[in-house]
């Protein structure tokens, strides 16, 4: 009896993610997970932190299924570059003050990281990593409303949405009119 309840308790143990299975994803996609935080940090030295944090996170973590342990590794290395970068929706509209002589560079040909602070990380939540607004105005501590206007705007300027007509003074209106 105590044979088949040992069996049972390893097979449920099969079920979730272990260390090491954290470590065989962050190996194998470092690329991948490393240029998520560096979208969201814009700083190579604070990307390989969140990164270090992030498998730091996942290690620890007990209840992980196995099958979404990609998705909760991506989410840990997201949670800490937002919270080392938590003042992201507080930045001045262009942003990005005091970041690397590097992105300076990666800026003349990355529409994204030209993209102010907080707008490139809506961008990134939003549209790449799939949240929607509520999800993302969580992580970013701000309203849902703040996010949507900053996942257009982004687009925007992006190239990917045609921008809003400018709006028409009421003088304008009138004298079309008649």
């Not at 049972?8 to 143990?13: F, P």
């Not at 040909?109 to 105005?137: T, W």
């Amino acid at each position: 009896m105590k044979y088949s309840s040992l069996r049972a308790s390893r097979a449920g143990q099969e079920r979730y993610a272990t260390a090491a299975t954290f470590a065989a994803l962050f190996r194998a996609d470092v690329s991948g997970i490393f240029h998520l935080a560096l979208l969201l940090t814009a700083d190579p030295v604070s990307a390989e932190k969140c990164l270090i944090a992030a498998l730091d996170d996942c290690v620890r973590k007990d209840s992980v299924f196995l099958e979404y342990a990609p998705a909760y590794a991506r989410y840990a290395v997201i949670r800490q570059a937002t919270k080392a970068r938590c003042d992201l929706h507080q930045q001045s509209p262009r942003g990005d003050t005091g970041e690397t002589e590097i992105l300076t560079d990666l800026y003349k040909s990355d529409p994204l990281l030209s993209l102010p602070r907080f707008e490139r990380a809506v961008f990134i939540l939003c549209l790449l990593e799939c949240f929607s607004d509520k999800q993302a105005s969580l992580l970013l501590r701000a309203t849902p409303e703040v996010v949507r206007r900053a996942r257009i705007q982004g687009l925007e300027r992006v190239d990917l949405l045609p921008p809003r007509p400018a709006q028409r003074r009421e003088s304008e209106v009138r004298t079309t009119i008649r």
